[in-house]
C-alpha cells in the first residue's frame, strides 16, 4: 500500500480455462512484463493436470476448477480466453463474486447480455475490459495523427480485413453451440478498426456471410458500414483464408495501408505506407508490445478504480450482430446462401 491507501502491489490474476491464447500470447507476455500491475496467482482448468501443468510453467497455484478460482481470496482479476459462447455465464459469475474481469474478445455473442454486463460491472465498480489488443499498440494513434494532420486529405472510407487459414476440426471456432464461426470470431478486428478511426456510431448498410460447407457456421464475410458524416468502412472476415490482418485508410489525397494490423508481434517494426499523387512513402516506427500494454492498462483501471470505457464494446457487438441480422434478412436465411 501507499502511504495515501491506494493499493500498489500487483494485483493477482486467475486464469479461468487454459486456452491457447493464453499460454501462447497472455502469459508469456505477463511474465516478460513485470511491471505491468499483474500476476499470474492462479491458473484453473476443466482437467486438473492441465492446470498444474499450466500453473507450474508461469510460477502459479493451479486450482481444482473453475468455481474455486471465483472464491480464492488470491484473485482479484479473472482472466476468461473460453469459446464465445461460455463467456458471458463465466464474466457473470466472476463479477457476481467480486472480481474484475478482462474477457477475451467478443465478451458476449449477444448485444443484451453485453449490456447487461457492463452494467453489472458499472454497479459493482469492477473492471470489465475485453480483450482487444490492437489498440494499444502505438501505430494506430500515429495513423490517427496522420489522418488528422490533413496526411490523406479527407477520409472517406476505411478498408479492413481479418482473415485465417482453416483450423483444426475441433477447433471451437467450428461449433455454433460455442459461438464459433468467422463472424464472431474475427470481424471484431476490423469493426474495431471501424470503430477506432470512424467512432461508434455506425450503421451498417449491407452484410454477407458464406456458410461453412460442413459445420453449422460462416466461414467468411463481409459487411458495409457507414458513420453519419458519410465516411464508410468496408470489413471483410474469415476463416478458411490467406492470412491477412491490414486496414487501410483511403482520403481524398492519398491513402494510408497499415499491414499486420491486428496481431502485431512485439518485435515488428511497423512500416505504414502513405501513398500521395505519384508519391510513396515509408515510415517505420518503433516496436511497441500491445499485450504488455494492454495488461497494464487493466492493472491500471484496478488500480486507479477508473472504469474501462465500455460504450465501444456495446457499440461493436450490436453491430456485430446487425451484420448478422444484415446477411440472414438479405438471403432469408444464410442456409439458403450455399
Ligand atoms: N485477443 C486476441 O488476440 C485473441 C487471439 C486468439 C484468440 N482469441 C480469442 O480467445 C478465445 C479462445 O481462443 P483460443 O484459440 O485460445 O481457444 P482454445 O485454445 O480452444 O481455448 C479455449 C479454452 O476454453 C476452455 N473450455 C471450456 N469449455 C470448453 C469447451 N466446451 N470447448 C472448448 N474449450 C473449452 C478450455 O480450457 P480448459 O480445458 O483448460 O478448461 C480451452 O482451452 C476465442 O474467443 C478467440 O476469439 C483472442
Redesign the pocket.
Do not use: Q, V
Given at each position: 500500500m501507499s502511504s495515501g491507501g491506494t493499493r500498489t502491489d500487483a494485483v493477482g490474476l486467475g486464469l479461468l480455462?487454459?486456452?491457447?491464447?493464453?499460454i501462447?500470447?497472455v502469459l508469456p507476455a505477463l511474465a516478460a512484463t513485470p511491471g505491468s500491475g499483474l500476476r499470474l496467482a492462479a491458473v484453473?482448468?476443466?482437467?486438473p493436470e492441465?492446470?498444474k501443468e499450466v500453473a507450474v510453467r508461469f510460477g502459479a497455484r493451479a486450482v481444482t476448477d473453475?468455481p474455486e478460482l471465483l472464491t480464492d481470496p488470491e484473485v482479484e482479476a479473472v482472466y476468461i480466453?473460453?469459446?464465445?459462447a461460455?463467456?458471458a455465464p463465466w464474466v457473470r459469475a466472476a463479477l457476481d463474486a467480486g472480481k474484475h474481469v478482462f474477457a477475451?474478445?467478443?465478451l458476449t455473442t449477444d448485444p443484451k447480455e453485453t449490456a447487461a454486463l457492463t452494467a453489472l460491472a458499472e454497479s459493482a465498480g469492477l473492471v470489465l475490459m475485453e480483450?482487444?489488443?490492437f489498440v494499444h499498440h502505438s501505430q494506430h494513434q500515429y495513423v490517427r495523427t496522420l489522418v488528422a494532420d490533413g496526411a490523406i486529405g479527407e477520409l472517406r472510407t476505411l478498408q479492413a480485413a481479418f482473415t485465417i487459414p482453416p483450423r483444426p476440426a475441433t477447433?471451437?471456432?467450428l461449433?455454433s453451440d460455442?459461438?464459433g464461426g468467422a463472424l464472431?470470431?474475427g470481424a471484431g478486428y476490423p469493426v474495431r478498426a471501424a470503430q477506432f478511426f470512424l467512432g461508434d456510431d455506425l450503421t451498417v448498410l449491407g452484410a454477407s456471410l458464406k456458410p461453412h460447407e460442413t459445420h453449422d457456421v460462416d466461414i467468411a464475410g463481409d459487411a458495409l458500414l457507414r458513420h453519419p458524416d458519410g465516411v464508410t468502412a468496408h470489413i471483410s472476415f474469415g476463416m478458411e483464408h490467406f492470412y491477412v490482418s491490414r486496414y487501410q485508410l483511403l482520403g481524398s489525397t492519398g491513402q494510408i495501408t497499415v499491414d499486420h494490423a491486428?496481431?502485431t508481434p512485439p518485435d515488428h517494426r511497423p512500416v505504414i505506407r502513405v501513398d500521395r499523387h505519384n508519391h510513396q512513402e515509408l515510415r517505420t516506427l518503433p516496436t511497441d508490445d500491445q499485450c504488455a500494454n494492454t495488461l497494464t492498462h487493466f492493472a491500471t483501471a484496478i488500480r486507479t478504480g477508473t472504469p474501462t470505457d465500455t460504450t465501444t464494446s456495446i457499440a461493436q457487438s450490436r453491430i456485430i450482430e446487425t451484420i448478422r441480422t444484415a446477411a440472414t434478412a438479405r438471403t432469408g436465411s444464410m442456409e439458403t446462401s450455399r
Open positions: 480455462g487454459c486456452a491457447d491464447i493464453a501462447r500470447k484453473a482448468s476443466r482437467t492441465r492446470a473453475y480466453p473460453l469459446p464465445p461460455l463467456r477475451e474478445k467478443p480483450n482487444y489488443m477447433d471451437h471456432r461449433r460455442l459461438g464472431l470470431d491486428f496481431t
